[in-house]
């Protein structure tokens, strides 16, 4: 115990003592990061060469403007299918995470019929529900059947562009003209 105030009391008169301490602490701890840094950079460099990828620097959901900056990414983790020009003036075809990076599948650059899936049709439904948005999964319902599930692609203030399975599309059109289609919403997947 009387170690800790005798060498208070040596650090109080000698402070060249105190400074010299300072000096190598600060040394050990530089070298220490430099050293961290070096194995940071031979990771690095261990993954070989790198590639621009465009990723999403904000959340898009599908039919919104895709919001992209360029990053470097090894090539090693970059999709194949990774978009290689920017998707600027694009919407999302399907939901968009921060972070992600932008594949083919992600970008529509053709408008509402690029946000219909690929075996799906999409049939416009009357309705009167502000509460439906593009990109949000439905069952679609006629007479009390469910005839398939589907995703809102388009909205309007008087009808929904719902895109089904082609295989359902046949009931779900003969279905709309007597308005006996009901269109519930799905939670998201």
């Known amino acids: 115990m009387r170690l800790l105030p005798r060498a208070r009391s040596l650090l109080a008169r000698h402070p060249v003592v105190w400074w010299a301490l300072v000096v190598v602490l600060g040394v050990i701890s530089g ?20 590639r621009a990828v465009w990723v999403a620097s904000a959340a ?37 995470e921060v972070g992600e990076v932008i594949v083919a599948a992600d970008v529509d650059a053709t408008g509402t019929a690029g946000l219909i899936p690929s075996g799906s049709v999409a049939i416009a439904v009357a309705t009167a529900s502000p509460q439906l948005h593009t990109g949000d999964g439905v069952a679609v319902f006629a007479n009390g059947v469910r005839l398939a599930d589907g995703m809102v692609v388009a909205t309007g203030d008087e009808q929904v562009l719902v895109a089904v399975p082609a295989s359902a599309a046949a009931a779900f059109a003969v279905a709309v003209p007597g308005n006996a289609v009901v269109l519930a919403l799905l939670p998201p997947p």
């Open 60 to 96: 898009a959901a599908p039919g919104h403007p895709l919001v992209t900056e360029r990053r470097e990414y090894p090539v090693a983790v970059v999709p194949a299918s990774a978009v290689t020009s920017s998707p600027a003036g694009s919407a999302a075809r399907q939901p968009v």
């Open 31 to 50: 070298v220490g990061a430099a050293g961290a840094l070096r194995r940071v950079d031979a990771a690095r460099r261990s993954w070989g060469a790198t």
